[in-house]
């Protein structure tokens, strides 16, 4: 569901980026408040394994089309709401600076759709009213596929509020529409499903952590070090591997948009903030579409061991970026109490 520049106008963007930043700011003060020390490299490995598993596309039958997890529900039943939006929101703005998956315009509109609408809707509204105070593996399916359902809806809802209102395209809002909701459906209840597994992993080797919903008190004496490199091995074998092996099918949103327009991908209007942001992201992009810049193609498709080594690349950066974002917006609790970090 990442959009691209050429479906919003900058006055939309602006405004999209000012939510998020809002967003931003009040998820950090929120975080740094509470005082879970243990959750900051935690961010940084759960966020590498969603970074990883974003990469996956898989196909939805009889369609022609792929969906991949977007991993806020995930991050939210793991880290808590806010943790969970700082480090999705980490996650998109790598992908966009160093991979050119979403426009810089566009960003705050895809931080907007995949991590406010989900961590601070879905999660608190849906997730944990139905998981409950006393967790089974029947409520967190349930709350997982619920939630991401919910979630992916009025995400792709905002989508399309998003494209309308900047009217830059010829998509007809009603139908583009119609083949959102429903493919997005699709794709919402593979995630649940996908979420609910790996919420049940950690349910079944650190139980707490479900239950507190998402707080890790670093006063605990349990230790986080066998969740943490279980999330690192797994980002790196995904992302180094399993990921070649992704559905090459248009996602969601290209689906939608191909068959509301005809075209896949839309032209982005010329001059202005657009060449602007574009040549900023040209700059910055050492591995547009996943691989790494300038390397050959063979039948579309770049050297297995460039998309790999930009995968493992991907992973480091996303967790240095959740992990640093962690660190800072603990700074001022570390200060006022004189708090180590512990694993």
Same mark, same amino acid.
């Given at each position: ?9 900058? &006055? ?36 590498? #394994? ?20 977007? !991993? ?22 790598? $992908?966009?600076? #160093? ?22 809707? &879905? ?81 079944? $080797?650190?139980?707490?952590?479900? @239950? ?6 670093? @006063? ?41 327009? !005809? $075209? ?14 574009? $040549?900023?992201?040209? @700059?910055?992009?050492? #591995? ?47 200060? @006022? ?7």
């Amino acid at each position: 569901m990442h959009m691209a520049d050429a479906l919003i106008s900058p &006055a939309v963007g602006a405004a999209m980026w000012a939510a998020s930043a809002g967003f931003v700011a009040y998820s950090t003060k929120k975080t740094g408040d509470s005082g879970d020390e243990r959750k900051t490299p935690l961010m940084g490995a759960v966020g590498a #394994f969603v970074f990883a598993a974003q990469m996956i596309n898989f196909t939805i039958p009889a369609t022609g089309s792929s969906g991949h997890l977007v !991993g806020s529900i995930l991050l939210a039943a793991l880290l808590g709401r806010h943790a969970a939006f700082l480090t999705i929101a980490s996650i998109l703005t790598v $992908q966009a600076l #160093f991979f050119a998956d979403g426009g810089l315009l566009a960003l705050g509109c895809n931080i907007f759709n995949m991590g406010v609408i989900p961590c601070y809707i &879905a999660y608190p509204l849906v997730y944990k009213r139905i998981l409950g105070g006393n967790p089974t593996g029947k409520s967190i399916c349930r709350a997982a596929v619920c939630a991401s359902v919910i979630g992916l809806q009025l995400g792709a809802l905002g989508v399309v509020a998003e494209v309308t209102l900047s009217a830059v395209t010829q998509l007809p809002t009603g139908i583009f529409l119609l083949l959102m909701q429903p493919i997005h459906l699709a794709i919402g209840i593979a995630e649940g499903f996908i979420t609910a597994a790996v919420v049940m992993y950690v349910f079944s $080797q650190r139980p707490e952590i479900i @239950k507190a919903g998402g707080k890790t008190d670093f @006063k605990n004496s349990y230790s986080l070090r066998p969740l943490f490199a279980a999330f690192i091995v797994t980002a790196t074998v995904i992302a180094g591997g399993l990921s070649l092996f992704a559905s090459s099918y248009p996602d969601g949103l290209e689906w939608s948009i191909m068959r509301a327009g !005809g $075209q896949e991908e839309l032209e982005t209007p010329a001059g202005g903030v657009y060449e602007a942001l574009a $040549q900023a992201q040209e @700059k910055f992009a050492f #591995f547009p579409d996943y691989a790494f810049a300038g390397a050959e193609e063979t039948d579309g498709e770049p050297p297995a061991f460039s998309a790999a080594a930009a995968g493992v690349a991907g992973v480091a950066l996303s967790f240095a970026a959740a992990f640093l974002l962690g660190k800072a917006a603990r700074i001022g609790y570390r200060k @006022k109490h004189g708090v180590g970090t512990v694993v």
